[in-house]
């Protein structure tokens, strides 16, 4: 058996210029199963892109409403903005909490009843708006002038 020798084979394959005309089928060949395995794997992942999409904006409005309820420990003037609960929320959702601080009692029973906020039968419009800040994080201390 021949001895392998390095030298040889760069010299050999050093004059050539183009690759040999077997080469390109020859690599479509060994290419062709892993193409074949990405373009599924990309089919099988675009419906979960399309699936996920949903949970990761509703993780972004959690979010927000976290990070604004840990702003809330600041008073925030009137026209400070309520991030939104859902992506569809009502007409009357209040966006800011001067907003929120001049609601109507027809306006709080609305988002009460949306978002399911529990409150007492007897509650009054003050603490009905209480409610819908502490359900939104909005701090009380907001509140402080309608209570």
Known sequence: ?????????????????????WFAPALAAALA????????????????????APMVASIT??????????NGSAMHSSDFLIAPV?????????RTCGELMTMTLDDCNVIIATYNIIVADN???????????????????VLSTIL
């Open 1 to 21: 058996m021949e001895e392998f020798n390095t030298q040889q084979v760069i010299q050999t394959y050093s004059n050539i210029e183009a690759p040999p005309p």
């Open 33 to 52: 199963p892993m193409e074949a395995a990405i373009a599924s794997m990309v089919a099988t992942i675009a419906p979960m892109a399309t699936a996920i």
């Open 61 to 70: 409005r959690l979010e927000n409403r976290l990070i604004q309820s840990m």
């Open 86 to 94: 859902s992506p569809a929320q009502p007409a009357e959702f209040p």
């Open 123 to 141: 509650d009054e419009l003050a603490q009905k708006r209480s409610k819908i800040a502490a359900f939104l994080g909005v701090r009380r201390v």
